[in-house]
């Protein structure tokens, strides 16, 4: 690093010099930004990189905890997990990286104690937070006797298109406590119990 005088001369004597500036580039560095996964199941996470420092090119090498290999400054379609990242520039100087994605909501879904099903647009359905990434969804209401009154399996978008509005088939239930039993993707029931407010 530093100033240099460089003189040539040929083989008749004839010469020039001139002066070189040898300068370090700067150092690697590598800017993440990640988004993670919403929750269990949700490949749905993503990163991108911005390289700056060293010398270009750069070669960029990824590595996730299945050792899939990707290339580029974005990768997307995420679960949670660890992202091993080795940027080298043209010098052969590299920079590695380790980005851990966490999800969003630690809890699946979440399941609300009560509803007010009388149509005033406000909490009319047994509305089941992050349902909607559910693949393989079963829910069986039971009255306080026993009696199934409401039934769904399908997908959780499934769900959240024609979720529960507190009705035996067309006929509105009574206030009262019901009980659940809500099955995820061939998981051990969550049972619980949901009460109907008018």
């Given at each position: 690093?530093?100033?240099?005088d460089?003189?040539?001369?040929?083989?008749?004597?004839?010469?020039?010099?001139?002066?070189?500036e040898?300068?370090?580039?700067?150092a690697?560095?590598?800017?993440?930004?990640?988004?993670?996964?919403?929750?269990?199941?949700?490949?749905?996470?993503?990163?991108?990189?911005?390289?700056?420092?060293?010398?270009?090119?750069?070669?960029i090498d990824?590595?996730?905890?299945?050792?899939?290999?990707?290339?580029?400054?974005?990768?997307?379609?995420?679960?949670?997990?660890?992202?091993?990242?080795?940027?080298?520039?043209?010098?052969?100087?590299?920079?590695?990286?380790?980005?851990v994605l966490?999800?969003?909501?630690?809890?699946r879904i979440?399941?609300?104690?009560?509803?007010?099903?009388?149509?005033?647009?406000?909490?009319?359905?047994?509305?089941?937070e992050?349902?909607?990434?559910?693949?393989?969804?079963?829910?069986?209401?039971?009255?306080?006797?026993?009696?199934?009154?409401?039934k769904?399996?399908g997908t959780?978008?499934?769900?959240?298109?024609?979720?529960?509005?507190?009705?035996?088939g067309?006929?509105?239930?009574?206030?009262?406590?019901?009980y659940?039993?809500?099955?995820?993707?061939?998981?051990?029931?969550?049972?619980?119990?949901?009460?109907?407010?008018?």
């Open positions: 690093i530093g100033t240099y460089v003189k040539v001369i040929d083989e008749h004597g004839c010469f020039d010099v001139s002066s070189v040898l300068v370090q580039p700067e690697l560095n590598v800017e993440v930004e990640a988004s993670r996964p919403t929750t269990i199941d949700a490949n749905d996470g993503s990163i991108r990189i911005e390289v700056t420092g060293g010398v270009l090119d750069y070669s990824w590595a996730d905890q299945d050792l899939n290999s990707y290339s580029g400054v974005s990768i997307e379609d995420l679960g949670r997990g660890r992202y091993d990242l080795t940027v080298t520039d043209q010098n052969g100087c590299p920079l590695d990286s380790l980005i966490e999800y969003l909501y630690e809890n979440k399941i609300p104690k009560a509803f007010t099903p009388n149509n005033d647009s406000y909490n009319d359905f047994w509305d089941i992050r349902i909607e990434f559910v693949q393989k969804l079963k829910i069986v209401i039971y009255d306080r006797w026993g009696k199934v009154v409401y769904f399996s959780g978008n499934g769900y959240r298109g024609t979720p529960w509005t507190g009705a035996d067309n006929t509105n239930l009574p206030i009262g406590s019901y659940y039993a809500v099955e995820l993707d061939d998981e051990k029931p969550m049972l619980g119990t949901v009460t109907i407010l008018r």
